[in-house]
């Protein structure tokens, strides 16, 4: 696509339910992001998957958070019994290669868990 | 681990002056990309301009232009003839050269420009 396309763009759920997120990459961006940004924070790193290799899972936060990325495009961040700390802005970016120019980013999904 | 730092929360500016926004980092690498993105209330972070290590050159684009002092490892950014679609959030970013490729973002600054 021409951009990055995240979907839902905001989600109110209820505490202890598990949520999906979906991103759509720019078509032919092999490197995709998953990164948080809470309230007034700056954003914190989630996931990163970088072609057909295994992706870098050091910033989930806890076991409930998982993502996957199907056949090199569309991924889905999962979070799994949500709790209110959950609640923020998940932004999902894609870049060419390791991202040397930078990221293009998504408009992001603002999730609310009450 | 590399962290950035932008010290100043909040800043102003009025239309059609000039703002300088601060933005420091932590690194032991020689090599490495900076970024400045900014992020207007839609949420979606743009790309205002990018700085590689080993220029020495300040990057420039348009009325935003960066002041890079590696010594100092510090990374501001100028805005020149402010317009009222400036105003947003920003963001500085760093990203190694090589290796981990994990940007790493500053907590942001929110820039207001009044009329």
């Known amino acids: 696509g021409a951009g990055v396309s995240q979907s839902p763009s905001n989600k109110v759920t209820e505490k202890g339910k598990d949520v999906e997120l979906r991103c759509d990459p720019i078509s032919g961006h092999t490197a995709l992001y998953w990164y948080r940004q809470s309230l007034g924070q700056g954003l914190e790193f989630l996931i990163y998957?970088?072609?057909?290799?295994?992706?870098?899972k050091s910033g989930l936060p806890s076991d409930r958070f998982s993502a996957e990325r199907t056949g090199g495009s569309v991924s889905t961040l999962t979070i799994q019994r949500t709790q209110q700390e959950d609640s923020a802005v998940y932004l999902c970016a894609s870049s060419l290669h390791g991202g040397y120019d930078g990221y293009t980013f998504g408009s992001g999904t603002r999730l609310t868990v009450v | 681990a590399q962290t950035v730092t932008q010290s100043q929360p909040e800043m102003s500016v009025q239309e059609a002056e000039t703002v300088t926004l601060s933005c420091t980092y932590d690194?032991?690498?020689?090599?490495?990309?900076l970024f400045w993105y900014k992020q207007p209330p839609s949420r979606q972070m743009i790309l205002v301009i990018r700085?590689?290590?080993?220029?020495?050159q300040n990057a420039t684009e348009n009325r935003f232009s960066v002041n890079f002092q590696k010594a100092a490892k510090s990374f501001s950014l100028k805005i020149s003839d402010s317009q009222l679609g400036d105003a947003a959030m920003y963001f500085c970013?760093?990203?190694?050269?090589?290796?981990?490729?994990?940007?790493?973002f500053g907590a942001g600054t929110r820039l207001t420009v009044k009329p």
């Open positions: 998957f970088q072609g057909n290799s295994a992706p870098d």
């Open positions: 700085q590689e290590a080993y220029k020495q």
């Open positions: 690194t032991s690498e020689s090599d490495y990309y």
């Open positions: 970013a760093y990203r190694s050269a090589g290796g981990w490729r994990n940007m790493r």
